[in-house]
């Protein structure tokens, strides 16, 4: 079982910037294709962007490109979403998630474990 622990959420102004980190509780963390999705109250829980096991793929959903970057720190088993030029349409619960099986994958289904999440709230 992978434990993912977020943190770094919290209220920012627009244009702003903010990192959010994973850490995750396994050493084997560089064999997980990773993810990060936001939700808000009523909504579906979203992808915002993912990164392949090897960390050779990567995906931005269109709302965030150019903004947004993944990274992973495999000494450190974090994976982080750096988050740019924010907007107050970025405020959600920012959830990081980890598949098991390799590949790059957009779909909730398709990942195994979760953390609790991480409220980000932008004020304009």
């Known amino acids: 079982h992978v434990q993912l622990v977020e943190s770094g959420g919290g209220l920012v102004q627009a244009e702003d910037s903010l990192r959010l980190s994973c850490t995750a509780s396994?050493?084997?963390?560089?064999?997980?294709?990773m993810g990060w999705f936001r939700q808000n109250p009523g909504k579906e829980r979203e992808i915002v962007a993912a990164?392949?096991?090897?960390?050779?793929?990567?995906y931005y959903a269109d709302s965030v490109k150019g903004r947004f970057a993944i990274s992973l720190d495999f000494a450190k088993n974090t994976v982080y979403l750096q988050i740019n030029s924010m907007k107050p349409e970025d405020t959600a619960v920012y959830y990081c998630?980890?598949?098991?099986?390799?590949?790059?994958?957009?779909?909730?289904?398709?990942?195994?474990?979760w953390g609790q999440g991480t409220q980000v709230t932008v004020s304009s």
């Open positions: 990164m392949s096991w090897s960390g050779g793929s990567t």
């Open positions: 396994t050493r084997t963390f560089s064999r997980y294709g």
């Open positions: 998630a980890a598949k098991t099986h390799p590949g790059l994958s957009v779909h909730v289904r398709d990942y195994d474990y």
